[in-house]
C-alpha cells in the first residue's frame, strides 16, 4: 500500500480533500473486510498507517473533515452494507398450496414422478413455517465460519459477525464431517419483539411492526453488538452443502442436528397420508395463537432424502417440498368512527378507528380504507360492524361491512369537502383518486408532516426527534419551520424543563442536530419534501447543479419555459415536465425560498461527489493478479474515482483487463474473449497523471 505520498504539509486544499475522500473510502473497505468477513487485507500497521494520515491531514484541514470521516467511527463497520456471498448452494424457496385439493395434488405429483405403485407409502414431514428469515450456517471443521442471509438465493449478505452473537448458534460442533452447512430461520420471539419495542417506545425511536421486521433488522445491524442486544432465535430446517451424508430420512436429519446442539422445531410430525397432513394442518393452526413466534404456515417435506435427490427441483423451489399457508387472520370488530389524516401533500387519508381486536398476533385498532372511492365502493359507515384483515406486514386492511349487524338508522359517510384541521378547501381534480387540503402553508397538519419528513432518515435523519417531540414542540411554538430546529440550541434551558426530558435528553437532541449541519445537498433537497421529488430525483439534482444557489437560481430561470434553464432543468435524466413543474412552483412561492433562505444559513452542504472525465471514463476494467505498485482496493478506488466501472469478472462488456503477477483464470479468459490485457505500468500509462494523484 502506498501510503508515502505527499507530505501532508505540502497538500494544497484540494489535494487534501480528495485524499481524505480516498482514505475514507479505502478504510472503510479495509473496516469491512476486517469486521463482516474477518478476512483482513493489510496488517494493523499499514491500516493504522492509514487511518493516521487521515488525521493528521484533518487535523492541518479542520474545515475539509468529511461527514463520513473515519475518525468518528472508531472500530464500527462501515455503513455501506455487507459483503456479498454467494451460495455454494442456492437457497431455494416453496411452492404455495392454498387448500386441501392443492395439497392432495401434491402428493399425487410427488407419487406420480417416483413411479410409486398404490401400496407404497410415502413419509411426509409436516413442519411449522417459520415467519423469519432463512439464514444459512457453514461450518468447516467443526468451526463456524461464515453465515449468510438469502439473498436472492443464489447470493446473499456475509452477516458472520452477527450470526455469533445468537445463543441459538453453536460456534462449534463437535463430529460434524469437515464440511457442513445448516439452514434455518431466524425469528424474534413475541416477548423479546415486546421488550424491544417497549424500549424503543422509551428512546421515541419508530417501532418495528412485527417481529418478522424486527428480527431482519436485528440480524441486518451493522454493529453485531446491537444484533447481541436483540434476543434473536434460530430454528434449523434443512442442509446446504455437506462432504458426508448425515441421515437417510429429513426426520432423521432434524434428530441429527439437534444432536449437534442445534435448535429443532419441536412440533414436526411425520404423516402417513393426505388426511394426516390436513389434520397437522388444523392442529397447528390451532395452536398458533399459543406460541411465542409468528408461524404463517406449515411446510411439508418428503422424508426420505434419496427421493428428494431424485425428485429435484423445478425453477427455484423443490418438487419435493410445498408450503401450505395459513389465511389472512380475520376478525369482526365495530368501526366506532372515520377519521381524516392530512400528510404532508395535504392528501386527505381515511382512517378506520375500531374497537381494539387481537387478530394475527396482534391487537388492532386501525385500519386503512385508502380513498374516498373504497369507502364508497364497500359502503362503510361509522357504527358498522366490520370484518377486518391483516396479513404478514400489511396494515390492517376493512374486508366488508357485516350488512346484518348495521345499525338502524344509519346513513352513508359523507367524504368531507374541506380539511379537518385548517377548514381550507380540499379539492380533488378530476381523474384522481385523492382529495387534498389547498390550505397549504395555513394548514398546521401539512406544517408538522413537513417537518417530520424533514428529519425522517432518509432527509435529515435527526435522532431524538420522533413525532410525538414535534407535535409538542409545533404545539408550543417551539419549532414552526425546519430552521427553528437549528435554532433549538439558544432554548436548551426550555428543553430542559419539559415534562420528560430532562438534561440528557436535551442534550442528545442538540448533539444529534448537531450533527446533521454538515450534510449532503441531495437529501436538504429531498428533506424539503417537494412533491415528486423523492430521492433519486434529489440526488439528480444535487448532480446536475452542485450547489444549493446554482439549483435555486436554475429553477428560477426556468420559469420562463422559453429558457435555455427550463430546457436544461427538463432534460435531466427521468426528470420531465411534470416533475419540473412541481419544482419550479415550489421556488416560485416566496414564502418556500423565505423557509429555505432561512435554513440554509445555518447549514454547509456538501456537493456530491463529481466524477472526473477520463480516458477511462464509462469503461468497464477487471483487476487480476497481484499488483505491485497499488492494492486492489487503491486500483479500484482510482478507476473509480476516473469514472470507470470495476468488474469482478471478465465478460465481452469488459473494455480493459489489467494483469498483474500470477494471474490466473481471468487473464486465460480475456486471451479468449480476444479482450486488451494491460500490465500494470500500462495501465498506470493509460489513466496518466490524472490516476497518480486521484
Ligand atoms: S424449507 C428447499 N422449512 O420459508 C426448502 N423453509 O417460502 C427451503 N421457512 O426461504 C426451505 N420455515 O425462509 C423450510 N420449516 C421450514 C421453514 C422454511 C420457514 C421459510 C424459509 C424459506 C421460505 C420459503
Request: include cysteine; charged fraction near 30%; glycine fraction near 6%.
Amino acid at each position: 500500500m502506498s501510503i508515502d505520498r505527499t507530505p501532508v504539509e505540502d497538500l494544497s486544499d484540494r489535494e487534501a480533500a480528495k485524499e481524505l475522500l480516498r482514505l475514507a473510502g479505502l478504510i472503510a473497505h479495509h473496516d469491512r473486510l476486517y469486521y463482516a468477513r474477518s478476512a483482513p487485507e493489510v496488517d494493523d500497521a499499514a491500516y493504522d498507517a492509514l487511518r493516521l494520515r487521515n488525521q493528521a491531514i484533518e487535523a492541518r484541514f479542520p474545515h475539509l473533515k468529511r461527514a463520513d470521516s473515519p475518525s468518528d467511527r472508531v472500530g464500527a463497520p462501515i455503513a455501506e452494507g455487507f459483503a456479498k456471498v454467494r451460495h455454494a448452494r442456492p437457497m431455494l424457496s416453496l411452492g404455495n398450496a392454498f387448500d386441501a385439493e392443492d395439497v392432495t395434488e401434491f402428493v399425487a405429483r410427488v407419487r406420480r414422478f417416483l413411479g410409486l405403485d398404490e401400496e407404497e407409502a410415502v413419509a411426509i414431514i409436516a413442519e411449522p413455517k417459520i415467519d423469519g428469515l432463512s439464514l444459512s450456517l457453514r461450518y468447516e471443521n467443526g468451526r463456524l465460519v461464515q453465515a449468510a442471509t438469502r439473498g436472492d438465493g443464489a447470493e446473499g449478505e456475509d452477516i458472520t459477525a452477527n450470526a455469533r452473537t445468537l445463543r441459538d448458534i453453536p460456534d462449534q460442533i463437535a463430529d460434524a464431517p469437515s464440511l457442513l452447512e445448516v439452514r434455518g430461520e431466524v425469528y424474534m420471539s413475541h416477548a423479546a419483539f415486546a421488550r424491544l419495542n417497549e424500549r424503543r417506545t422509551a428512546a421515541d425511536l419508530p417501532l418495528y411492526v412485527n417481529p418478522r421486521n424486527a428480527a431482519s433488522g436485528s440480524l441486518r445491524q451493522l454493529d453485531a453488538r446491537i444484533t447481541a442486544e436483540r434476543e434473536l432465535g434460530f430454528f434449523a430446517y434443512s442442509l446446504g452443502e455437506a462432504s458426508a451424508p448425515i441421515a437417510e430420512t429429513h426426520s432423521g436429519l432434524l434428530t441429527q442436528l439437534q444432536a449437534w446442539g442445534l435448535p429443532v422445531n419441536p412440533l414436526s410430525k411425520i404423516c402417513g397420508s393426505v388426511d394426516e397432513l390436513l389434520a397437522a394442518y388444523a392442529d397447528l393452526q390451532q395452536r398458533r395463537g399459543n406460541l411465542d413466534y409468528d408461524i404463517d404456515g406449515i411446510v411439508y417435506k418428503v422424508d426420505r432424502l434419496d427421493w428428494q435427490e431424485r425428485l429435484g427441483q423445478v425453477s427455484r423451489a423443490p418438487r419435493w417440498a410445498i408450503a401450505h399457508k395459513f389465511p389472512a387472520e380475520q376478525a369482526e370488530t365495530r368501526l366506532e368512527r372515520i377519521d381524516i389524516q392530512v400528510g404532508r401533500t395535504g392528501a386527505l387519508t381515511p382512517v378506520a378507528r375500531l374497537a381494539p381486536v387481537f387478530v394475527g398476533g396482534v391487537t388492532v385498532t386501525n385500519a386503512t380504507l385508502h380513498n374516498e372511492d373504497e369507502i364508497a365502493r364497500k359502503d362503510i359507515r361509522e357504527g358498522d360492524t366490520v370484518v377486518i384483515q391483516r396479513a404478514g406486514d400489511v396494515i390492517p386492511q376493512v374486508v366488508r361491512v357485516v350488512l346484518e349487524k348495521r345499525p338502524e338508522g344509519s346513513t352513508p359517510y359523507a367524504f368531507p369537502h374541506t380539511c379537518p384541521v385548517c377548514k381550507s378547501e380540499a379539492v380533488r381534480p378530476d381523474g384522481e383518486a385523492i382529495r387534498r387540503c389547498t390550505g397549504g402553508l395555513i394548514c398546521s397538519a401539512q406544517a408538522v408532516e413537513r417537518l417530520k419528513h424533514f428529519v425522517s432518515r432518509n432527509a435529515f435523519d435527526i435522532e431524538g426527534m420522533g413525532t410525538k417531540r414535534i407535535e409538542e414542540l409545533w404545539a408550543d411554538h417551539i419549532v414552526r419551520s425546519p430552521a427553528d430546529i437549528f435554532r433549538l440550541k439558544d432554548r436548551r434551558a426550555d428543553l430542559v424543563q419539559r415534562e420528560r426530558w430532562g438534561e440528557q435528553s436535551a442534550d442528545n437532541l442538540l448533539a444529534a442536530i448537531d450533527e446533521r449541519r454538515t450534510w449532503p445537498l441531495e437529501r436538504f433537497i429531498f428533506a424539503l419534501g417537494i412533491r415528486q421529488i423523492g430521492q433519486a430525483t434529489a440526488k439528480l439534482l444535487a448532480r446536475a447543479y452542485g450547489t444549493l444557489d446554482a439549483l435555486i437560481a436554475a429553477v428560477t430561470a426556468a420559469q420562463d419555459q422559453d429558457s435555455d434553464a427550463y430546457a436544461d432543468l427538463i432534460n435531466i435524466d427521468q426528470m420531465g415536465k411534470d416533475v419540473a413543474a412541481d419544482l419550479i412552483a415550489f421556488f416560485a412561492e416566496p414564502h418556500n425560498c423565505e423557509v429555505v433562505a432561512d435554513l440554509s444559513q445555518f447549514l454547509t452542504l456538501e456537493a456530491p461527489e463529481t466524477v472526473q472525465e477520463s480516458a477511462i471514463s464509462g469503461k468497464t476494467v477487471v483487476f487480476t493478479g497481484t499488483l505491485e505498485r497499488m492494492t486492489r482496493a487503491e486500483a479500484k478506488a482510482r478507476a473509480e474515482s476516473l469514472g470507470a466501472k470495476v468488474a469482478g469478472s471478465v465478460s465481452k462488456k469488459t473494455d480493459y483487463v489489467v494483469v498483474g503477477a500470477d494471474a490466473g483464470s481471468k487473464a486465460k479468459k480475456a486471451a479468449d474473449l480476444g479482450l486488451a490485457t494491460l500490465s500494470e505500468d500500462e495501465w498506470l500509462e493509460l489513466i496518466g497523471r490524472e490516476g497518480a494523484s486521484a
